[in-house]
């Protein structure tokens, strides 16, 4: 495996932002999980638990490309923002302002300058430190200056609304072309677009720095986690194939009509609204949330509150704006458990009796 997990601090189990950081590992995973390069990704560096890193800022997550090296925030937002004033707080639909981190950061983009510019001029002196001056040969520039070059990912967590106002091209003038606000499942997209002349670090120096710099283990469970789906999603719709979607424990799905939901819903679905409802895995339970839908959800046959949530089941089927059988249908299984193995009695033989363990030995 090519791609290497690594975290400071655990997240806690339920936190928005392990969601996040374990849907961007699964992602870079199935598209560079056979690449020759290596890439790493470092979860939860927090200095409230480090004094090593004291006067620095808490990073959801740092990643290591071999062509760039970007931190990573996540933001958990469900209604559309207007995220045009890079001073001012960015309100969402739903009444509130879109997370900054603190009370000294007005929006996520002065969050994202702050972060930038400590962890850039530690990381330069690190660098330096570690590895030493870089040959004036290969006509690159110090390590200080080439950590000037280090980008800042704001990805919203499950997806970007489709009415979103992000900051635009004309809003940034160019002067932060380090700044990317995008959907989470863009990460593959920022991973391959965005290319640094001069931060890019090979391989043992990205281990050293993750280990020295960082302080850093390695995450050995995150393989259980990338490959142990808890079930499966289903979505039908009349007239077309059965679509199924594995879940995973920190999974949130997304359903209707806008080519930004993970499942999309034909346009002849005129019931069902661009952004319908939301699947959300909690502690092994799946539970379908609606999305301010126009027409509802569906439950035996009676309109509901979806706002509050509803287990989702093989016994259980939800439908998206309506009630008949021309409406579209949800459900939810989970994972078959193993059947056990049958016991088998053994006789046993002289050859059997000498292959025996000592009564006190080890395992």
């Keep these: 495996m090519t791609v290497h997990f690594y975290y400071h601090t655990p997240f806690p189990a339920d936190m928005n932002e392990r969601r996040a950081f374990c ?18 990704l470092i979860a939860n560096i927090d200095p409230r638990y480090d004094t090593a890193l004291k006067k620095l800022t808490q990073l959801d997550a740092l990643l290591i490309t071999p062509q760039s090296v970007a931190i990573l925030d996540f933001k958990s937002c469900y209604a559309p923002f207007d995220g045009r004033d890079l001073q001012g707080p960015w309100p969402t639909a739903d009444g509130h302002f879109l997370y900054s981190g603190s009370d000294q950061n007005t929006n996520p983009y002065q969050q994202a300058e702050k972060a930038r510019r400590l962890w850039s001029r530690y990381l330069g002196n690190k660098s330096k430190d570690f590895f030493g001056a870089r040959p004036e040969n ?14 800042s990912y704001v990805l919203i967590h499950p997806m970007m609304h489709p009415d979103a106002q992000p900051p635009t091209a004309k809003t940034l003038e160019g002067n932060h072309n380090w700044f990317h606000l995008h ?25 050293e720095l993750i280990r020295l710099a960082l302080y850093a283990e390695p995450w050995e469970d995150m393989d259980e986690l990338l490959h142990a789906p808890i079930g499966s999603l289903f979505v ?11 879940l995973y424990s920190y ?34 339970q799946v539970m379908l949330y609606d999305a301010g839908s126009l027409n509802g959800i569906y439950v035996n046959r009676q309109r509901i509150d979806g706002s509050q949530g509803i287990k989702l089941s093989p016994d259980i089927k939800v439908f998206l704006g309506g009630k008949g059988k021309n409406a579209c249908q949800v459900w939810f299984e989970p994972v078959k458990p193993e059947e056990p193995v049958p016991k088998t009695r053994t006789r046993l033989t002289n050859e059997t009796k000498l292959a025996l363990p000592a009564h006190n030995a080890k395992p």
């Design 183 to 207: 959907s989470v499942d863009d990460i593959l997209v920022l991973t391959y677009t965005i290319v640094s002349s001069h931060l890019k670090l090979a391989p043992v120096e990205a281990e």
């Design 138 to 151: 290969e006509g690159d520039v110090s390590w200080p200056e080439a950590w000037r070059h280090l980008q």
């Design 251 to 284: 999974d949130e799905v997304t359903i209707g009509r806008t080519h930004a939901m993970h499942i999309r819903i034909s346009n002849q679905m005129k019931q069902v609204s661009g952004y319908h409802a939301r699947v959300e895995v909690q502690k092994g």
């Design 236 to 246: 039908y719709e009349p007239n077309r194939s059965l679509m199924t979607k594995p």
């Design 23 to 40: 849907r961007v590992a699964r992602l870079l995973h199935e598209r560079y999980g056979r690449d020759p390069a290596d890439y790493f």
